[in-house]
């Protein structure tokens, strides 16, 4: 029996295809063990799996039906609360300026020191809930709010019960260079990573990746190669925070060691675009760091004009303050000139190239991928960014399962 059958939607956004994101008008989907198993105009697909021997049948009437969110950079877990840093950059003080004063990042290490595992938690899922009903099925969540052992390992257990109880699927991230702790040289603490950390995240057996902060001020390209090339040597694959406040090399570095991703980009020039295309390392973006900063964007049109195939994340973290992929997207059309439909592939199947996981279908609809999805309350994807500021998702479905109603 169908496990699922959406049919009479107004549109459904299937994935990359020939002419960029393919789409069907008037469409229905069959799901069967949690996968897709056809895709088509409603008159097609009814025809050979009938609503009737559903388990469940919905009317989308009027709906439009998106693969899931993939969010494919985030800094969800942290305790604390910064909202007065906020008030501090409107008044003009400046990101490393907050750094430099033990704020920002530092700050936020002291508050995650200082909870536990289930105050850690309990914070998490009732972030995992607001990102499901913004329509996010899949996230990758860093650590790196604990600098040293004892509370990266317990940031990397808390991301691991979160993915076993919280139907949002959970790709975790060892960030153990994310900043210098306070006291620590940064090549004493690049040591500390390499010889205490990464042994003891590789006998967790949690994290999937490592990460670096590769920035002025924090881990230079040769302190972020050392880190780098110890996780790969611990099981850990590479990803580089890039050229986000200067152009430091990151990117070089990225393409060099083969990393799945180069993430912020801000500052990447021409010939960092293309040694990221050569070495098939996915460039992530993240506009609402801009915004939050009032930086400026990244050049999306340049990385997609030369042939890469972006992803597009939250960066949902204390400094920007939002989970919401919808306004990512909104971001990247109004703000980086992507179309609509670049944006939503961006943040969905780009994302899971940013993460690995193209092979298996996800952040698509075509048949044999995972049947996670959304129904938005608009006939269209364009109404995603054209409708900004308001969440449209309605219902999602994990694995075919429904996980949000909407309500
Ligand atoms: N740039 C470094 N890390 C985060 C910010 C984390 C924080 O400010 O707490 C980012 O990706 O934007
Ligand atoms: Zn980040």
């Known amino acids: 029996m169908t496990q699922t059958i959406i049919y009479e939607a107004s549109e459904i956004v299937v994935g990359p295809g ?12 069959a799901v069967e063990d ?26 989308a009437s009027g709906q439009a039906v998106i693969p899931g969110f993939v969010d494919s950079h985030t800094h969800a877990l942290f305790a604390g609360d910064r909202s007065d840093e906020f008030e501090a950059k409107l008044r003009g003080v400046s990101y490393q300026e907050i750094l430099d004063e033990g704020g920002g990042i530092l700050r936020t290490v002291q508050a ?3 909870a536990s595992e289930a105050e850690l938690l309990d914070r998490l899922l009732g972030q995992l809930d607001a990102m499901l009903a913004h329509g996010t099925t899949t996230v990758e969540i860093k650590s790196g709010y604990g600098l040293d052992s004892e509370t990266e390992l317990r940031m990397l257990s808390v991301i691991k019960r979160a993915d076993d109880t919280h139907p949002v699927d959970i790709v975790p991230a060892y960030m153990g260079a994310h ?18 950390q990464l042994p003891a995240v590789e006998r967790q057996g949690i994290a999937e990746f490592c990460d670096v902060f590769c920035e002025e001020g924090v881990f230079d390209v040769e302190q972020s190669r050392r880190v780098l090339t110890a996780g790969a040597e611990h099981g850990l694959t590479p990803k580089v925070h890039a050229e986000e406040f200067v152009r430091l090399g990151g990117a070089q570095l990225a393409a060099e060691l083969g990393a799945t991703s180069a993430d912020h980009l801000l500052h990447a020039e021409q010939v960092d675009i293309d040694a990221l295309n050569a070495s098939g390392v996915t460039p992530v973006l993240l506009p609402g760091t801009a915004f939050s900063l009032g930086a ?6 340049a990385f997609i004009d030369r042939g890469a195939s972006v992803a597009l994340a939250s960066d949902f973290n204390p400094n920007c303050h939002s989970p919401s992929m919808g ?8 703000e980086m000139e992507m179309t609509p439909a670049e944006a939503l592939g961006a943040a ?10 193209s092979d298996s279908g996800l952040g698509t609809l075509h048949p044999g991928a995972p049947a996670d999805l959304c129904l938005i309350d608009a006939p ?3 109404h995603i960014p054209y409708t900004f500021g308001i969440n449209l998702v309605d219902t999602v479905l994990k694995a075919g399962e429904v996980v949000s109603d909407g309500r």
Do not use: Q, W
């Open 380 to 382: 269209s994807h364009v």
């Open 179 to 196: 900043a210098v702790p306070e006291g620590r040289t940064t090549d004493d603490y690049v040591k500390a990573v390499v010889t205490e």
């Open 112 to 114: 995650t020191r200082n």
């Open 34 to 59: 949690g996968t897709v198993a056809a895709v088509g105009p409603t008159e097609e697909i009814t025809r050979a799996y009938p609503p009737e021997n559903a388990v469940r049948a919905i009317d």
């Open 18 to 29: 020939e002419n960029g994101l393919d789409r069907v008008d008037g469409g229905a989907i």
């Open 296 to 301: 400026e964007y990244a050049d999306a049109r």
């Open 348 to 357: 969905t199947h780009g994302g899971a190239s940013a993460l690995n996981r």
């Open 327 to 334: 306004f990512a997207v909104a971001l990247g059309c109004l």
